[in-house]
């Protein structure tokens, strides 16, 4: 049975009185809210007994929690496999990444070991392979050639030596280029991980929410254009120079076109072929995966076959192919940072520190929801910052972590970082004992292989489509982030996307949107009029919701939004009333204004016999004769014996929907009280309806209430708020907008009671504004005589 069907819709009643906000509060006796001192909350934080201790020890390394808890027969298996084929393709992608960082590749075999050690021990996921990510590796790289570029290593020569490689007379100093290179690279790694460890320890991951999918998504893909780029010279092992900043891509690319005719065949022929295969296979893994058991590690099928090919035919001496030549057995030294870079290096080490760690935490959060676990965020800043000082001490670069290889390590069973573990130590193999094995292999193959990972993060544009049919303002960021990544850099380009993003956020609270509020015949159901055809405006009040927080950026346009919405000024009624007044004031004194018997509906014979029976006896000449105290009634909807405009009020009352404010600044309460005596001194009652608790706390905390605007005009609803109006019109307890009573006592010696101009706004707050006793007494029922 279709649940919308007519039969399905079951009415109901509700029975409960008309609550205002005191009301609700007195009857449900609302309670203080306890705020506890500093001193209290310090106790309660830092106290110490046995049971938090072990809490706390258990918070900073996870793995007294669930390793103590590790089910050995069951996930071991598992584990070990998982272990075994993710470190594999760990070793593999981290020869490949080194590329990205311009450092030799058996710094990218460190960068995959390193950071997993730590990592089991303080971290928090079960399934993310921790170690070298693209984006990040690239974004170090661009600091290494910033601030190592080959100029710096040029010494001249006559040919080359067994530490430079000459070009032109001119030889290049790989042994220090290296070495720099590497120094650069680790201590921005160094720096990257203490960022993330003091942003842990200072609890604020949140901050990382500030990227949303958008803008990862968009940076990401701008990121995945740099890295083919810059993988596209060594496939096709073309000469270029070092480009890094504002069009650094473009540079390449001339770079590379220029130089088109040095590229080497064996090596073009070797990158597409890995590319072809590998992406070929990949989608085999993709569509089979329930079927397989492993993913086949084509990455390691074809490293192993390259590199004997290479071997076997000496690609290098007789194609001139580029080889990987050198990966040293064991572990380079530990060193510390190099102190007197970390000044250049901290905006780019900050936000590579935030990239790495909101990619990590997203891929993180996908699995932990897959495997029904949760992780903690800032436990998570300080697991990769430590893996990451480490890393960087031991001659490593930035690690986070590849959906690809963590899809590897979750998809082959993996269940703990245990896989994690057995990874590390498969990495560890290479390093002491594989790593010449895989001297002959061409970088081209490398870079293939990197380009190849790289389609995932490509596909990533196929969402633009679906964000601009969903909510363009996402989509504009998604193209702002990306195109300015692609064009100004990847530090920059983020930088630029994040302040796009808030810019967004901004015009959006700036001007939200607000609308006039209809109400369901029969139902407390309130809707916006444009929405529905089944629906009536409340006759003789109007209803304005504004759907956003209301603050200083925005509080102009929402009184703009009111003003629409309601039809006139309330300021400029006011003041022409005003006008209006003063003039009939005179025509009143100067005896050319009676009111008339029958349009005044009331027994006012007194004012017309004594004013006729002055001009009859001739005791005062004409305007000169003593008006006595007479109440006139003036009907503002009607056309007035004086020539002033007065625009129409058409309503009594105004409910102002505020259930979806979420907060008000010290501007805009300052300014919604002042509109709200606007209202009211010109006979148009306001009431506020749906206000959070917290934002009635709020309005008390900055003082919204004083004796003009009251906590009687707070409704728990808008059907409340609309049932009282109605409520006190029918007792007539409340004045209509259109009749005010107004006595004028007339003297002919008396001077008008209105100023000449009037800052109504001020002269209200300042309580000084004669002219507004006057009109707030005003009546308009009336017609008008003129002699």
Known sequence: MDAHSPENLYPYTVSRPIYSNPTFEEDNERQAREERTLRERLSRTCGCSGRQAL???????????????????????SDVISGVSTGLVCSLQGLAYALLVSVAPVYGLYSAFFPILTYFLLGTSRHISVGPFPVTCLMVGSVVLTLAPDDHFLLPGNGTGVNGTEADGIVVDVEAMEAQRIMVASSMTVLVGLFQVVMGLLQVGFLVRYLSDP??????????????????????SVPTNNHSGCFSILYTLIDVFTNIRQTNRADLVAGLLTIVIVMAVKEVNSKFRHKIPVPIPIEVIVTVVAAGISYATELESRYGASIVHSIPRGFAPAQPPNTELLWNILGSSFSTAVVGYAVAVSVAKVYAAKHDYTIDGNQELIAFGFSNVFCGCFSGFVASTALSRTAVQESTGGKSQVAGIISAVMVMIVILALGNLLEPLQKSVLAAIVIANLKGMFMQVTEVPTLWRQNRADCFIWLATCLASVVLGLDV??????VFEMGTVVVRTQFPACSTLGNIPGTNIYRNMKDYKNIAEVPGIKIFKCNAPIYFANIDYFKERLRVTVGFDSVRVFKKRNKALKKIHKLIKKGKLRATEVSLGVDNKGFESEQDSGRESGQVEDGDWPVPEVEVRVDWALELPVRVSVPKVQIHSLVLDFSAVSFLDVVAVKSLRLVIKEFLRIGVNVYIAGCDDEIVRKMEALSFFDEEVTRDLLFLSVHDAILFIKLETANGSMQDAMVEGLSLMQDCKEPPPFTEEEDLIETYDNHSNSGEAALRQLSITLDFGVD
């Open 493 to 498: 380009g983020l930088l630029a996307g994040l």
């Open 215 to 236: 803008l990862v998504g968009g940076f990401t893909t701008a990121a995945a254009f740099h890295v083919l780029i810059s993988q596209l010279k060594i496939v096709l």
């Open 55 to 77: 809490k706390v020890v258990k918070g900073v390394f996870p793995v007294i929690d669930w390793l103590s808890r590790y089910p050995i027969r069951e996930w071991l298996p």
